[in-house]
């Protein structure tokens, strides 16, 4: 990165942990099941909170929710959370200079208790994790981010936000950040108009 930032807000699937691809077979599966007349159902949804993808797509239709949130459930109980290349080197590295960070997640509190288990070293690392049940509109709206600005009470412009997803990248610019985009879930040339840098992973911004 070109400067260190004063506090630095990380999304969790396909930023901290290697996720996406295993959320992509999930999802795409459900889309295939339920919507096969959207090919790329899998990457509309990424960034998205549960309810705001049973919002609009399975509105009113609680027995198909119910469903899914049931598979979704045994799905993430045998996943794995493996780290990005260079992701927890680079928490511990900001963690050990003071500066605060968040994980800003659309995920719930029951998936975050999954990556807990997986990773019990997450909450010493991060001052605050932000999940779904933390704001009312998802990404790509910036509620989010702005929030965990709030909290820090640091200005957008010293505030790095890293994301890889379509949704989560626009969140992030909406919000006024400084916005770091992994190239994990999509091409480079795809995310880099919504974000200030491209890295591959964490391994290039190491020091």
Same mark, same amino acid.
């Given at each position: 990165?070109?400067?260190?930032?004063?506090?630095?807000?990380?999304?969790?699937?396909?930023?901290?942990?290697?996720?996406?691809?295993?959320?992509?077979?999930?999802?795409?599966?459900?889309?295939?099941?339920?919507?096969?007349?959207?090919?790329?159902?899998?990457?509309?949804? *990424?960034?998205?909170?549960?309810?705001?993808?049973?919002?609009?797509?399975?509105?009113?239709?609680?027995?198909?929710?119910?469903?899914?949130?049931?598979?979704?459930?045994?799905?993430?109980?045998?996943?794995?959370?493996?780290?990005?290349?260079?992701?927890?080197?680079?928490?511990?590295?900001?963690?050990?200079?003071?500066?605060?960070?968040?994980?800003?997640?659309?995920?719930?509190?029951? *998936?975050?208790?999954?990556?807990?288990?997986?990773?019990?070293?997450?909450?010493?690392?991060?001052?605050?994790?932000?999940?779904?049940?933390?704001?009312?509109?998802?990404?790509?709206?910036?509620?989010?981010?702005?929030?965990?600005?709030?909290?820090?009470?640091?200005?957008?412009?010293?505030?790095?936000?890293?994301?890889?997803?379509?949704?989560?990248? *626009?969140?992030?610019?909406?919000?006024?950040?400084?916005?770091?985009?992994?190239?994990?879930?999509?091409?480079?040339?795809?995310?880099?108009?919504?974000?200030?840098?491209?890295?591959?992973?964490?391994?290039?911004?190491?020091?």
């Amino acid at each position: 990165m070109q400067k260190q930032p004063k506090a630095a807000l990380f999304d969790l699937d396909g930023v901290i942990l290697d996720t996406e691809s295993q959320y992509s077979v999930f999802w795409g599966g459900i889309g295939h099941e339920y919507h096969p007349e959207v090919p790329n159902f899998c990457q509309l949804i *990424k960034g998205q909170t549960l309810v705001q993808i049973y919002e609009r797509w399975f509105a009113g239709e609680e027995a198909k929710q119910a469903q899914i949130t049931q598979r979704l459930d045994a799905f993430e109980a045998q996943m794995h959370y493996e780290y990005i290349p260079g992701a927890r080197e680079y928490i511990m590295q900001l963690h050990a200079l003071g500066i605060p960070m968040a994980i800003v997640t659309s995920s719930n509190q029951e *998936k975050m208790r999954q990556v807990m288990s997986a990773h019990p070293e997450l909450p010493q690392l991060f001052d605050r994790i932000l999940t779904s049940e933390d704001f009312s509109a998802s990404k790509p709206a910036p509620d989010c981010y702005l929030l965990g600005m709030r909290l820090f009470g640091v200005p957008a412009a010293d505030c790095a936000v890293f994301e890889d997803s379509i949704n989560g990248l *626009k969140a992030g610019r909406a919000a006024g950040c400084h916005v770091v985009g992994l190239a994990t879930t999509n091409p480079r040339e795809v995310i880099a108009p919504l974000a200030d840098e491209v890295i591959d992973n964490f391994k290039e911004i190491l020091v």
